[in-house]
């Protein structure tokens, strides 16, 4: 192996988890690495940064650190958004192609669909890094690339077009950023289980309401004044008292930055127009929302003047005016509330007026409630619109970055304070998926030293402690509390505290880069100072009680929906702002928790806004307070890759004699062998249930270069590896979507299989159409595949209830036929034999106890050929055609004995033979009847007329065939219902008038004899003869 120093030219990529090799081809022609985990010195802040800057000359703008996704904010267009890059990541491992936005958002949304867990991608960075811009990136890739409907359509674009609304009423052109969203925003995207984005809801945070009555110089208000003021159409102005001129207006001109190049007002209000009747503002609605908006501006032109006592007055009656028509107010009660206060004092409602500089803070403190509510109101009325029920869904967190400014307010404080809430959940979640990772496959965790900035977050939140709490008691303490003496309980309860300081309690040299009036957190991310200037006013956030009166008057539908009345009923004080914040965060930090999280880092690579410029400093500044060396060293601290046995077994195996070409054994197995081949030492490796870790990067890498050179001598085959995995991408792409289609479609049967269900005893319907017809369907093709094959098998499925009508008919038809079938197919002989069975059928069928034994037995023409018959007895016969003859036992009329005979049945007689002696014939005509018993004997008896002379009297006789012999004579004799069957005797004529008696009883073995009673017994087998 041949070891390489430095960094590869190209990488590889690993998050640990989603590994595949492939990633290492694609990144060939990559600049730096694409993984920060493969830095070698993984330690340096400058080697970190080094990669960052050669990746951002070649526009590389994103770099993982693992699963983590480091962006730097180009500030131009990069042609990597187009439909094409999406479909690119679309359903391609995460480290398959190079490091983008939609490889994310990809990888979270499958994350979804198979883990079946709800997903967040949490977006930080500082003001201008792209937090914003990724986002909608993201919001784009699921808009484009996930499955719709048409109802989903509508959706889709109301969650595309809520951007520009809230952009437009909660984002301003600041120093850092021409579109900064001042305030934080976490969006669920909810996906049905067809995984088509179906709804969303958005949580907004802090909004920075006190940029709408003042700006620093060369900020401006929110974008959504300057767009109705340019863009506004001429009478919608008029209406609204308003002038093409933001020059005119008090709120904005005080950043005196009214045109911003990069901003085109006139088309963006055009852009937001129709974005509000895409999310479903009705015309009436978007123009009490415009009322507002201008009433804001008219409100910032109220102008006071003072009168001798000192109390303020109204100078401008115009707005007062314009003011009562737009918010549906009376002017007169508008006019005071802005002059006066209410106070209760013993009961009694007192009204004092208010000085100049009240009164203009009460008018500022009226536009920040009107506007900051009507802020919630609209997010809400989007989130009316998104609703949707029972979805999985992915978050999306783009919340304002830490921020330090040369003067630090109440907002920066929350800012901040957010940010290390956020850092905190970063850095346990992160630390917990790398410890339960190494937990799966059974390898000791090393514990990783880090920074944990609880005691910070403490410092701000703990109850009663806490900043929070310190600054809530100043707030609500009556007297004369101010920001000053927050500042001193601050240094008296947690002045000791290591991470904060101020300046009476710092060292000389902190002393002279702090101001008296501030505070210092030592953040997780640097120090910041705090103005302590307006703490409590921000944080009490107070309106008049007769400026809340007079907006619950309000006409405006929206108004009426800011301003409860019910809150002028409630006498409990409000809730802090920053209380409210931080009850919020704790929420915030519960939903995140719950949801699997990725993050997206992003860094702004200079304060002008220029493209191609790397400001190291800046950057090096943001790499610290994001913490990603911090990041990179908890991926780092034990190993730096790690991938399945397979993968490194199929990419690595013709590096080793025993593994090329393959390796019939465990896998584990094969990857220890390979990796003893390769002179691994034990250091650097080790071996878990499923996976090998790596520690050094540059193992892998003189690993991957022994491959190269061995790929050579492997010839042409394997250089076209990299198309293959090119084809084999389209190849899985194709199949997914196909894999896709047949899901859905499947789904969509189900569906309607179980509408159907629940429809089914319905009349048909278009919801039990498809199950009903199923059913059907269903029943037919059993029906076919389970026929009764023969004309006695009387199996048939059952039917549907729908289907027991024609089922009954089938059934007859499909007998009939088989029946005819079958008579078509038998021959004379077969018929015969088939009508003499009948004929026993009649006869014997359940009344003799042998007749089911002979059933299966065929009857013979005769059973007894000419031979076995004595000629003279066929000579005496003449010309009389035999019929049928059997030998028989006949019972002599005196002894019952038991005598050989012949019976021979001709066409007229039944004959009784005795070799050669006829000993009697009967003729048909005079065959009186037959009597047999109804058990398994063969014993019958022929009757003959006792006064025919000839006769010697009726004869019992024996046959071993007694059905067929019997049912032979009936059909001879044409005596069918001429014989009886009888139940324990029979009577039988003896000649001479005397009469005999023959009993039947059954036992096991057959016995006819003369019993005492003179009687002859016969006593049958249970199973006789037949
Ligand atoms: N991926 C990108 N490609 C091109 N330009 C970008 C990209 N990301 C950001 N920008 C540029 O940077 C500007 C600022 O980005 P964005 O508004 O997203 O910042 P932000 O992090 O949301 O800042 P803030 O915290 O102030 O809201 C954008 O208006 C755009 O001009
Ligand atoms: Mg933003």
């Not at 219902?977 to 005999?996: A, D």
Request: a positive charge.
């Amino acid at each position: 192996i041949r070891w390489r120093s430095t960094s590869f030219p190209w990488t590889l990529g690993s998050d640990g988890v989603r590994i595949t090799m492939e990633s290492a081809l694609t990144a060939r022609d990559r600049v730096g690495v694409q993984d920060f985990v493969l830095l070698e010195n993984h330690t340096s802040e400058a080697a970190f940064i080094e990669n960052l800057r050669k990746r951002f000359k070649e526009n590389l703008i994103y770099t993982y650190i693992g699963s983590v996704l480091v962006s730097v904010n180009p500030y131009k267009d990069l042609e990597i958004y187009t439909k094409n890059h999406m479909e690119r990541y679309r359903g391609i491992n995460f480290y398959e192609v190079s490091p983008h936005i939609y490889a994310v958002s990809d990888n979270s949304y499958r994350s979804m669909r198979t883990e079946r867990k709800d997903q967040c991608i949490l977006i930080s960075g500082e003001s201008g890094a792209g937090k914003t811009e990724a986002s909608k990136k993201i919001l784009q890739y699921y808009a484009v690339t996930c499955p719709a409907s048409d109802q989903v359509e509508t959706v889709k674009d109301r969650l595309l077009q809520s951007n520009p609304v809230l952009e437009a009423f909660g984002n301003a052109k600041t120093l850092r950023n021409d579109n900064s969203s001042r305030f934080g925003k976490y969006m669920d995207i909810q996906f049905d289980f067809k995984g088509a984005p179906v709804g969303g809801h958005i949580l907004n945070y802090l909004l920075e309401k006190s940029r709408v009555v003042h700006q620093n110089h060369g900020e401006r208000n929110f974008h959504i004044f300057y767009q109705l003021i340019e863009g506004g159409e001429e009478d919608l102005l008029r209406r609204l008292g308003l002038e093409r001129n933001p020059q005119q207006y008090q709120y904005l001109v005080k950043g005196n930055c009214p045109k911003v190049s990069s901003i085109n007002d006139r088309s963006d209000w055009k852009v937001v127009r129709k974005a509000l009747s895409v999310i479903g503002f009705s015309e009436d609605e978007v123009e009490e929302l415009l009322n507002i908006i201008a009433s804001v501006l008219h409100l910032g032109n109220i102008q006071y003047g003072g009168e001798d006592s000192g109390n303020a007055y109204i100078t401008t009656d115009t707005q007062i005016k314009y003011l009562a028509r737009l918010l549906g107010v009376d002017g007169l009660v508008l006019k005071e509330a802005l002059t006066h206060k209410k106070i209760i004092a013993k009961g009694e409602e007192l009204k004092s007026p208010l000085n100049l500089e009240q009164a203009s803070s009460a008018r500022d403190a009226l536009s920040k409630a009107v506007y900051g509510r009507t802020f919630t109101w609209l997010v809400n009325k989007i989130n009316v619109s998104l609703a949707y029920k029972n979805a999985s869904v992915i978050g999306l967190l783009d919340i304002y970055g830490f921020e330090v400014f040369q003067h630090n307010s109440f907002e920066q404080f929350c800012i901040n304070y957010c940010n290390e809430k956020l850092q905190q959940l970063f850095i346990e979640l992160t630390l917990k998926s790398e410890q339960d990772e190494y937990e799966a496959e059974g390898i000791t965790w090393e514990p990783v030293q880090y920074f944990n900035n609880k005691i910070i977050c403490d410092l701000v939140e703990e109850k009663f402690k806490g900043i929070i709490s310190i600054l809530d008691e100043e707030c609500l303490r009556p007297g004369d509390a101010s920001d000053i003496t927050f500042l001193e309980k601050l240094e008296n309860t947690v002045g000791g505290h290591a991470h904060l300081t101020t300046h009476k309690l710092t060292d000389g040299k902190t002393r002279k880069v702090m101001g008296r009036e501030e505070f210092r957190l030592l953040h997780y991310a640097g120090e910041v100072n705090y103005n302590v200037n307006g703490f409590l006013d921000k944080n009490n956030d107070l309106l008049f009680r007769n400026l809340k009166e007079v907006m619950c008057m309000s006409d405006n539908k929206i108004l009426t929906q800011c301003f409860d009345r019910a809150e002028l009923k409630d006498s409990r004080r409000p809730e802090t702002a920053a209380t409210q914040f931080k009850t919020s965060l704790a929420k915030l930090m519960e939903i995140l928790m719950s949801k699997e999280p990725s993050y997206v880092r992003c860094i702004k690579p200079n304060d002008a806004k220029q493209a191609g410029r790397f400001d190291e400093v800046l950057i090096r500044h943001q790499v610290k307070y994001l913490g990603l060396m911090e990041n990179l060293r908890v991926r780092r601290a034990g190993f730096a890759y790690r991938r399945h046995y397979e993968t490194f077994l199929q990419r690595y195996k013709s590096l080793c004699p025993e593994t090329w070409p393959s390796w019939q054994g465990k896998l584990a197995d094969g990857v220890s062998t390979l990796v003893k081949h390769l002179g691994y030492k034990p250091e650097e490796y080790k071996l878990g249930r499923s996976k090998i870790f790596i520690r050094f990067p540059k193992t892998l890498f003189a690993t991957e270069d022994a491959l190269e050179t061995r790929k050579h001598s492997l010839g042409e085959r394997e250089s076209h590896v990299s198309h293959a995995v090119v084809v084999q991408a389209w190849w899985k792409g194709i199949l997914a979507c196909r894999r896709a289609r047949r899901r859905r479609e499947a789904a969509n049967t189900i569906r309607r299989f179980i509408k159907g269900f629940i429809y089914r005893h319905n009349e048909r319907c278009p919801e039990n159409e498809y199950f009903l017809d199923y059913v059907r369907y269903s029943f037919l093709m059993k029906l076919r595949r389970n026929l009764p094959k023969t004309v006695l098998d009387k199996s048939w499925p059952t039917p549907p209830t729908a289907l027991i009508e024609a089922s009954e008919r089938l059934r007859k038809l499909y007998m009939q036929n088989m029946v005819w079938g079958y008579c078509k197919k038998i021959n004379p002989e077969w018929k015969h034999q088939l009508e003499q069975k009948m004929v026993a059928s009649e006869i014997f069928k359940n009344k003799k106890d042998n007749y089911p034994q002979s059933v299966p037995k065929l009857f013979v023409g005769t059973r007894l050929n000419g031979e076995e018959i004595n000629p003279k007895v066929l000579q005496s016969l003449g010309s009389e055609k035999m019929k049928y003859a059997v030998p028989v036992t006949k019972y002599d009329r005196k002894g019952y004995k038991a005598r050989p005979r012949q019976l021979l049945l001709t066409s007229n007689s039944a004959v009784i033979v005795e070799e050669a002696k006829l000993k009697q014939r009967i003729d048909y005509a005079a065959l009186k009847g037959i009597s047999v018993s109804s058990l398994s004997d063969g014993v019958f008896v022929l009757h003959v007329p006792t006064e025919d002379k000839k006769q010697k009297g009726d004869v019992v006789l024996q046959s071993d065939h007694i059905i067929e012999t019997l049912t032979k004579v009936a059909i001879c004799a044409d005596k069918v219902n001429s014989i009886n069957i009888n139940q324990g005797s029979i009577t039988f004529t003896m000649g001479q008038g005397r009469e005999g008696i023959i009993d039947f009883t059954s036992g096991s073995e057959l016995l006819v004899a003369k019993a005492k009673n003179g009687h002859l017994s016969v006593v049958s087998r249970n199973n006789g003869g037949i």
